[in-house]
Structure formats: C-alpha cells, structure tokens
C-alpha cells in the first residue's frame, strides 16, 4: 500500500504563483515516473507534468513556460509549482505515481487531490 499526502493547494488571484507537494510513503519499490494531472469540472483529467526518475519532464502545452515540476528521489516527493496562473488552471489537482516492482509489474498511484481555484 502506497499513500501519497498532497498539500499546497488554494485560491489565488489570476498571474500569481503557487506550489504543489506530494509526498509518497508506504510500500514502494521503485518510482519510475511521477505526475500531475488535473480535472476540471466537466472535463476530462489531463496530464499536466511528469518527471522520470532520471529527471526526464513532459508537460501539456498550455503550461509550457509557467508551471516546473521536480522531485526528489531520495524523499519520494514530487512538487509542481505554478506560475502566472490563469483562470483556466482552475481544477483538482492529482499526484499520480508510478511504482515498479520486478516480481509485480507496475502499480499506479493516486493522490485525494487538492484544488486550485484561480479567480479575482
């Protein structure tokens, strides 16, 4: 069982900034990738950010430039912060991790979710 605790979420004024932090704890084996996605209401979830172990980052187009995600590998977190923010960042954020075991395939965690609400 993995768990991942994620926290700064919160309401902030269109073109300010805030961060995102998941910690993951329990029984990992390996963490090849880790993630941001985000659901809005009425849309689908999307990936915003991931990050492999080896540092490798992929990001959804239209946080390219404002939003960097990093993790540490020694402390099992992965943190996103989010500049310039819009109204259309608006949604519920969630930490995905994927945990690779040898013996068992790869498991894929999720987060509760945290929400980000951008509006004046």
């Known amino acids: 069982q993995v768990q991942l605790v994620e926290s700064g979420g919160g309401l902030v004024q269109p073109g300010g900034s805030l961060r995102l932090s998941c910690a993951a704890s329990?029984?990992?084996?390996?963490?090849?990738?880790m993630a941001w996605y985000r659901q809005a209401p009425g849309k689908p979830r999307e990936l915003v950010a991931s990050?492999?172990?080896?540092?490798?980052?992929n990001y959804v187009d239209s946080v390219k430039g404002r939003f960097t995600i990093s993790r540490d590998n020694a402390k099992n977190t992965v943190s996103l912060q989010m500049n310039s923010l819009t109204p259309e960042d608006t949604a519920v954020y969630y930490c995905?991790?994927?945990?690779?075991?040898?013996?068992?395939?790869?498991?894929?965690?999720w987060g509760q979710g945290t929400q980000v609400s951008v509006s004046s």
């Open positions: 995905n991790v994927d945990n690779y075991s040898t013996n068992r395939g790869t498991y894929h965690h």
């Open positions: 329990g029984t990992i084996f390996s963490i090849i990738r």
């Open positions: 990050i492999t172990g080896g540092g490798r980052t």
